[in-house]
Nanobody, 115 residues
Framework: QVQLVESGGGLVQAGGSLRLSCATS????????MAWYRQAPGKQREWVAQ???????DYANSVKGRFTISRDNAKNTMYLQMNNLKPEDTAVYYC?????????WGQGTQVTVSS
């Protein structure tokens, strides 16, 4: 089992930056893929970015060039650096870990971008 705890959300003006963190209860070196998702009010949850243990990363087109995902296996923490934030980035952000073919989710952290 994997427990995930997100932090770092908040209120920021358009063009600003935030860094989200996701701490895991299990050694991250045993988790192949970790990802960030987000869910805006009235919308379905959508995939934002993912990072594999081998170093491979991928991003949704809407955040490519603005967001950077990273993993610190020594600290068992994943990050999402978000730059040049836009009002449409407003959502609850969730981290996800895939372990033993099962998906685990954190409780989410709110990001609000004002125009």
């Amino acid at each position: 089992q994997v427990q995930l705890v997100e932090s770092g959300g908040g209120l920021v003006q358009a063009g600003g930056s935030l860094r989200l963190s996701c701490a895991t209860s299990r050694s991250m070196s045993s988790i192949n893929v970790m990802a960030w998702y987000r869910q805006a009010p009235g919308k379905q949850r959508e995939w934002v970015a993912q990072a594999a243990i081998a170093g491979y990363t991928d991003y949704a087109n809407s955040v490519k060039g603005r967001f950077t995902i990273s993993r610190d296996n020594a600290k068992n923490t994943m990050y999402l650096q978000m730059n040049n934030l836009k009002p449409e980035d407003t959502a609850v952000y969730y981290c996800q870990a895939t372990y033993n073919a099962r998906a685990y989710w954190g409780q989410g952290t709110q990001v609000t971008v004002s125009s």
